[in-house]
């Protein structure tokens, strides 16, 4: 079987998914040209040089719809010759987009492919495709379906956490992205947004709030407490999900919860022989992926058993992973995962996550990967693991290795 190596990853600077925020004004199309358009131009890539480009984003309606890889292959300097394949994996599509490349790459399917994707949020609201799990009451009634934050609240109150502990992730996460940034650990994956006439818009990532103190966020109030308790009452329906708890613990807030953000990431998986035709040198080689189904209602535990399964599969331990990048959707969703595995909190989001520099849905799982990278070879460790919670109960993971 072929092996498949990282040649590259690159994501744009997260802008306020907001009207305010810098890349309102941009289109998921647009982002993603420009991000594609790097890649080739970073590695030298001429003609058919890629199998296939595998683009994902969660809310594909409006400018998001249709096939957004082939719009945006078409919007870009690649080959009119390289097709384009939209997925959703909800936050894991990013990641997705590069596990099922990776394995196209090992099956003999292709030399290389570029995968991530994109998600402007500001721009196309999440939930505005009116997804049947969250409407269709066939179908929510029956998987008890509960918003996503009603779900991080089931997992602090199952588990005991406290809003104390959440907040003191939140706020480290904060601290983690700032020295990041200051001590310029993104350079080699940050692509500047530039406008039409080659201005920059966003060179940084601009949801961080550095500032933010122990006191600011416990100012501020539970995001889901009234959902949750009043109408429509989405405790009540975990409780009859979960007949052992008889309250359910509203810690999550704006403070400790993901940002809503706009953003793009994109990897260059390939070949040894790729990279040996393109005068490329691998950066790591992507040693294991793997996807499983998890509760619906309580929805985000899915890193434990992905990760648990992702290990086995691969005849690995926990000890044997250097360095975990977990998605910070919530504050109760890594601690969950550094509680289950006995992980230390120092190899965990070294450089901080979501919650800091927000969430672009189908882009995260890329970017992640990216960052993770970019960790092991500036700490100069070998194996790393990334992993996402998933909405409507699913995790995914990849392990990469150094090479």
Same mark, same amino acid.
């Given at each position: ?7 590259? $990853?690159?994501?744009?600077?997260? #802008? ?26 970073? +590695? ?13 984003? =969660? ?19 690649? !080959? ?29 399917? #292709? ?24 409407? &269709? ?20 109150? *199952? ?5 104390? *502990? ?17 001590? +310029? ?30 006191? &600011? ?17 989405? !405790? ?47 950066? $790591? ?7 499983? #189904?998890? &509760? ?7 890193? =434990? ?16 992973? &250097? ?19 006995? =992980? ?35 700490? !100069? ?15 995914? $993971?990849?392990?990469? *290795?150094?090479?």
């Amino acid at each position: 079987m072929t092996d498949a190596y990282i040649y590259d $990853a690159a994501r744009t600077p997260r #802008g306020k998914g907001r009207p305010d925020g810098s890349l309102h004004e941009v289109t998921s199309l647009a982002l993603s040209a420009r991000l594609l358009n790097a890649v080739k131009e970073r +590695n030298g890539l001429e003609g058919h040089a890629v199998e296939d480009v595998i683009w994902g984003n =969660v809310t594909q309606v409006k400018e998001q719809g249709g096939c957004l890889a082939r719009s945006a292959v078409l919007a870009s300097d690649l !080959d009119e010759r390289i097709p384009g394949l939209s997925i959703n994996r909800f936050c894991a599509s990013g990641m997705e987009a590069v596990n099922l490349a990776a394995n196209q790459i090992k099956g003999g399917a #292709g030399h290389a492919y570029i995968a991530g994707g994109v998600e402007m949020m500001g721009r196309v609201a999440m939930g505005s495709d009116g997804a049947a799990i969250a409407v &269709d009451p066939s179908l929510a009634m029956k998987s008890y379906f509960v918003p996503q934050g009603i779900s991080a609240d089931i997992i602090a109150t *199952e588990y005991g956490f406290t809003r104390e *502990e959440a907040d003191a992730l939140a706020l480290e996460s904060q601290k983690r992205a700032a020295q990041a940034w200051e001590e +310029n650990r993104f350079a080699k994956s940050i692509v500047p947004v530039l406008d039409q006439n080659g201005l920059t818009i966003l060179d940084r990532d601009e949801y961080m709030r550095p500032g933010t103190t122990a006191d &600011d966020l416990a100012k501020l109030r539970p995001a889901f407490k009234e959902m949750g308790e009043m109408m429509p009452g989405f !405790d009540k329906v975990a409780m009859l999900k979960y007949p052992h708890l008889t309250h359910i613990d509203h810690i999550h807030h704006a403070g400790n919860s993901s940002g809503i953000v706009d953003g793009a990431a994109a990897v260059l998986i390939g070949s040894k022989e790729f990279g040996e035709a393109h005068g490329l040198k691998p950066r $790591a080689r992507i040693r294991a992926t793997a996807k499983i #189904g998890t &509760d619906p209602t309580i929805m985000l535990t899915g890193p =434990v058993p992905v990760t648990e399964k992702i290990l086995k599969d691969s005849g690995m331990a926990i000890g044997d992973i &250097d360095l975990f990048e977990v998605n910070e959707a919530f504050a109760s969703v890594v601690l969950r995962f550094m509680q289950a595995f006995d =992980v230390d909190h120092s190899k965990v989001n070294v450089n901080g996550g979501s919650i800091a520099m927000g969430h672009p849905l189908g882009a995260t799982g890329a970017i992640i990967i990216g960052t993770l990278l970019d960790e092991l070879e500036r700490q !100069d460790k070998q194996v790393g693991l990334a992993t996402l919670c998933i909405a409507s109960g699913m995790g995914a $993971a990849t392990i990469i *290795e150094r090479v």
